[in-house]
């Protein structure tokens, strides 16, 4: 069993019909860039930099300290892309004392709906910048992205895009080397799904966070037990959204990727796969389950079943009935 485990890490994600796939890795810390390696995966899609922000008494990382982390993250990935989300804080990811987040909005009825990720970021400039320049800085020493989270308005895209070129700006005057970055958006917020032609007109890539995107959609609390049972990603307005956000991106030759849980459960691997995704980002103990899913996969056959799944009263009964005899297979 051991063996074949390290047989299956080096083996590429291939489909039966030859689509290469790609299977990235979410980390949290630096030090889990050796769990992906290790797990086979081909890069990080997610670097949920939030981590290097909590549990330290609301006391905040400065640029030095976040540059020699992700300089870590990059240095450990050995040339593969290592995607760094800017800070996704607030909601069910709160600082330990909220520090300045309490300070301006204390209790907020509706944590989900506010100033959280990208809306925190912009709110808090020089940290922001900060961060900015210390993950240009790391992108000297390999092949870094840069993800920005829950992009919901054009007017934030403009924000970020400024704040970008101004940490570009006070590098270049400190004389400071940084790499060619590309800059990417989440897709987690109906608006950013409905928009997302527009949005990839300012971004290189998209990636899909389906635990968000589920949560507003279906406007359902994500951490809610008392709803959880609603959060259901088989429906069908999710998966329009997700289908639809994968073809628009693809119409305009841009990367997508999906790095919310979706990616990691073996049970849309086949519908991901019809829609057309090739690139999955999730926790590195899942990549071997959904590599050894993708090898067993005709993506022709799945595509072809794609419009009765998105359009059945029922998409997981209908995925389950059109998809399972091509997992059959040898
Ligand atoms: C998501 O929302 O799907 C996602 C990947 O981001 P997070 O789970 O960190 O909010
Ligand atoms: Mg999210």
Redesign the pocket.
């Known amino acids: 069993e051991r063996a074949r485990l390290n047989r299956l890490r080096h083996t590429p994600a291939v489909t039966l019909d030859g689509q290469a796939v790609e299977l990235l890795a979410n980390i949290e810390l630096p030090g889990d860039a050796a769990v992906a390696l290790e797990a086979g995966a081909v890069g990080v899609g997610l670097f949920r930099s939030e981590f290097l922000f909590m549990n330290r008494g609301g006391d905040l990382p400065g640029e030095d300290e976040q540059f020699v982390a992700y300089r870590d993250a990059v240095v450990a990935m050995q040339g593969l892309p290592v995607t760094i989300r800017t800070v996704?804080i607030g909601a069910d990811k709160p600082l330990d004392r909220m520090s300045l987040q309490e300070l301006r909005h204390e209790h907020a009825l509706n944590p989900a709906l506010g100033l959280r990720?990208i809306r925190w970021s912009l709110s808090e400039p020089d940290m922001f910048r900060q961060q900015l320049r210390a993950i240009l800085r790391a992108s000297a020493y390999g092949n870094v992205r840069i993800l920005i989270?829950?992009v919901a308005h054009m007017g934030e895209i403009r924000l970020t895009l400024d704040a970008l070129a101004r940490a570009r700006q006070q590098l270049d005057d400190a004389g400071c080397s940084y790499g060619q970055v590309q800059v990417g958006a989440?897709i987690?917020v109906p608006a950013a799904a409905l928009a997302v032609g527009r949005f990839l007109d300012h971004f290189d890539f998209v990636s899909v966070?389906t635990?968000?995107l589920i949560q507003y959609t279906l406007a359902i609390d994500r951490s809610d037990d008392a709803v959880s049972h609603l959060f259901d990603p088989w429906h069908p307005a999710v998966l329009r959204l997700i289908a639809d956000t994968i073809s628009q991106a693809h119409a305009r030759g841009k990367g997508v990727s999906v790095c919310?849980e979706m990616a990691g459960d073996a049970a849309f691997t086949d519908l991901l796969l019809a829609m057309g995704l090739r690139s999955f980002s999730m926790h590195p103990a899942r990549i071997a389950a959904i590599k050894q899913r993708v090898l067993r996969v005709d993506t022709r056959r799945l595509a072809a079943g794609l419009p009765a799944v998105l359009s059945a009263e029922d998409p997981a009964l209908e995925a389950a009935r059109l998809f399972a005899p091509v997992l059959s297979a040898p």
């Open positions: 996704d990720a989270p829950m989440m987690e966070g635990n968000d919310g």
